[in-house]
């Protein structure tokens, strides 16, 4: 009837003509990250720019994927006949365990799909390796890296390898197009944090003496 107030209409279906500044930064950050990931995956198929290359990427991926440190790792442990070693190598195995806990939680709170242009031929996966973010790879270069210039005694050109090495996995994620750009480097951030974790939760015959005990 004439004069009735007008129905408001439902806030759903109302414009927003002022959206937030955050979510418009939000918005355009994520549009670059999937623009630029995607330009740089120039190694994600054999038809790619720098398809030639894939097998390599694929031997460095493999370099940095948790089941050869895990098993790398229990190996030495096994076998080693020092002390001092031996406590190396069980926290290095709790920090690969830890790595490997945190990635497939934040994975599985997240649930960020691959990018479009993966093949998902990857090596070893589990159910949540279908889902992007963080990079595990990124996490455990970063994590073994601070790891070992920690507690290994190097030459300078060795520390150097293992700078490098950390670097190429985490870029070899984004040429294989494996992993968006901000995958990779909220996993490069995890993994350097959870060396801390580590460092504050050290294994030794004082803190842990019935795993000390095993070996």
């Not at 355009?28 to 630029?36: E, H």
């Not at 926290?91 to 490997?100: E, G, Q």
């Not at 601070?146 to 700078?163: G, T």
Request: hydrophobic share 55%.
């Amino acid at each position: 009837p004439a004069g009735a107030a007008a129905t408001p209409l439902p806030e759903e279906d109302c414009m927003k003509l002022n959206p937030s500044f955050v979510g418009i930064a939000l918005s355009s950050l994520l549009a670059i990250d999937l623009w630029a990931s995607k330009r740089l995956g120039v190694c994600a198929g054999e038809g790619s720019a720098w398809g030639s290359a894939r097998p390599l990427m694929k031997v460095i991926e493999v370099s940095g994927h948790g089941i050869p440190w895990l098993l790398g790792t229990f190996y030495g442990l096994c076998q080693s006949d020092s002390s001092a070693a031996r406590e190396v190598l069980l926290n290095l195995l709790f920090a690969l365990l830890l790595d490997l806990v945190m990635v497939a939680v934040v994975k599985g709170l997240v649930r960020r799909p691959r990018p479009t242009h993966n093949k998902m031929d990857m090596f070893v996966t589990i159910s949540v390796d279908k889902y992007s973010f963080p990079s595990g790879h990124a996490t455990r270069a970063a994590l073994v890296c601070r790891f070992v210039l920690r507690h290994l005694v190097l030459a300078v050109p060795l520390r150097v390898l293992v700078v490098l090495w950390a670097l190429i996995v985490s870029i070899s994620r984004v040429m294989l197009g494996r992993h968006n750009m901000t995958d990779v480097l909220f996993g490069l951030l995890l993994g350097y944090a959870l060396y801390g974790v580590v460092e504050h939760c050290w294994l030794s015959p004082a803190t842990a003496p019935a795993l000390f005990a095993l070996w």
